[in-house]
């Protein structure tokens, strides 16, 4: 069973900088499709960041691009989503999740979520 635990969420002025952090268990991580979510009160989950098992693929939300980077270490199992540029518009409950797939689209492990607010 993968397990994913998020950390490094906070509140930021806008144009500042976060860097979440994901750490998985239960499974190496480089055969893993990793992702970032977010989710705001009322709306549905919404698709920020993915890269693909091998890390050759990005995917991101036109409005997170040039602004936000997925990354992974596959030593630590860890996967990360800088932000940058924060704004406003950015705050939400991010998401860590992963595809046992290896893809950038059908994720099926998910963790608790880290709020990320940015304050104007």
């Known amino acids: 069973q993968v397990q994913l635990v998020e950390s490094g969420g906070g509140l930021v002025q806008a144009g500042g900088s976060l860097r979440l952090s994901c750490a998985v268990s239960?499974?190496?991580?480089?055969?893993?499709?990793m992702g970032w979510f977010r989710q705001t009160p009322g709306k549905e989950r919404e698709f920020v960041a993915g890269?693909?098992?091998?890390?050759?693929?990005?995917l991101y939300t036109d409005s997170v691009k040039g602004r936000f980077t997925i990354s992974r270490d596959n030593a630590k199992n860890t996967a990360y989503l800088q932000l940058n540029s924060l704004k406003p518009e950015d705050t939400a409950v991010y998401y860590c999740?992963?595809?046992?797939?290896?893809?950038?689209?059908?994720?099926?492990?998910w963790g608790q979520g880290t709020q990320v607010t940015v304050s104007s």
């Open positions: 890269k693909s098992w091998s890390g050759a693929s990005s």
């Open positions: 239960g499974r190496r991580l480089s055969t893993l499709g």
């Open positions: 999740a992963a595809a046992s797939s290896g893809t950038t689209n059908d994720y099926n492990f």
